[in-house]
Structure formats: C-alpha cells, structure tokens
C-alpha cells in the first residue's frame, strides 16, 4: 500500500502554467508506474501521463506536447509540469500508484487537487 498527497493546484489564466507534485509514502519500492489522471467537471475520469519504474512515459492526447511527466526517486515524488493550459484542462487531478506484489497488483489513489484555468 502507498499513500499519496497532491499538492500544487489552483487559479491560472489561459496559456499560463502549473507544476503538480504527488509525494508517495509507505511502501515505494514496491511502485510500478505513478500516473495523473483527470476529471472535468461533467465529463469521465482520463489518463492524464504515466511513468514506469523503468522511466518510461506516455501521455493522453489531449495533453502531449504541453504536458511532462517526471519523477524524483530520492524524493519519492512525481511531478505533473502543465504548460499551456487551457480553460479545458480545468479539472481534479488525482495521482495514482500501481504497486503491489508482481502478481497482486493494486491502485492507490490520491485525494485531488483542483486545477482551474480561467480568465
């Protein structure tokens, strides 16, 4: 089991920019892949961008090339980097863990943290 703890969301204008943090606690070394999904107001929960444990990455299309994906092991953080933000891109951000044992794997979710982008 891993708890999560999002921070760094809140107001920006259109086209600004904002970095998400996700801090993992209790059993890291058993993480898989850290991913950051979202939900829009009114619309289904999405893939936001993945990494592995072995550093690769993937992104939803909605947000490739704007986007990045990072992690800071000796931290035990992900970051989420937005760029060029949208007022579409106003959402709940979570941050989700996939860890476990190889052949019992489990999802543990974060609690959140509101993104808005307006003018």
């Known amino acids: 089991q891993v708890q999560l703890v999002e921070s760094g969301g809140g107001l920006v204008q259109p086209g600004g920019s904002l970095r998400l943090s996700c801090a993992a606690s209790?059993?890291?070394?058993?993480?898989?892949?850290m991913r950051w999904y979202r939900q829009p107001p009114g619309k289904q929960r999405e893939l936001v961008a993945a990494?592995?444990?072995?550093?690769?990455?993937n992104y939803g299309d909605s947000v490739e090339g704007r986007f990045t994906i990072s992690r800071d092991n000796a931290k035990n953080t992900v970051y989420l980097q937005m760029n060029s933000l949208k007022p579409e891109d106003t959402a709940v951000y979570y941050c989700?863990?996939?860890?476990?044992?190889?052949?019992?794997?489990?999802?543990?979710w974060g609690q959140g943290t509101q993104v808005t982008v307006s003018s």
């Open positions: 990494i592995t444990s072995g550093g690769n990455t």
């Open positions: 209790g059993n890291t070394f058993k993480i898989y892949a």
């Open positions: 989700n863990a996939l860890n476990g044992l190889p052949s019992a794997l489990h999802n543990d």
